[in-house]
């Protein structure tokens, strides 16, 4: 399961991030439609993040 935005790739084009202050980033996806920012990401919230929607996509790719 990759989780947004822990294991979005940087180079993913549904994900957008910038720099909010001195320690903290925010990160859009465009595709989930959510903010979460990173001072957010940490354990243990980090096991209630969204899935990436991508996921899915490949893995029925992969079966068809």
């Known amino acids: 399961m990759k989780r ?3 294991d979005c790739p940087r180079d993913c084009p549904h ?3 910038w720099d ?3 320690d903290d980033w925010t990160n859009i996806c465009d595709l989930l439609n959510i903010q979460i920012d ?3 990401v940490g354990f243990p919230r980090s096991v ?3 899935i990436c929607p991508l ?3 490949e893995k029925m790719e992969r079966i068809i």
Do not use: A, N, Y
């Open 55 to 57: 996921e899915g996509e």
């Open 38 to 40: 990173d001072c957010d």
């Open 15 to 17: 994900l957008h991030s």
């Open 48 to 50: 209630f993040l969204p």
């Open 20 to 22: 909010m202050s001195i």
């Open 4 to 6: 947004f935005p822990l």
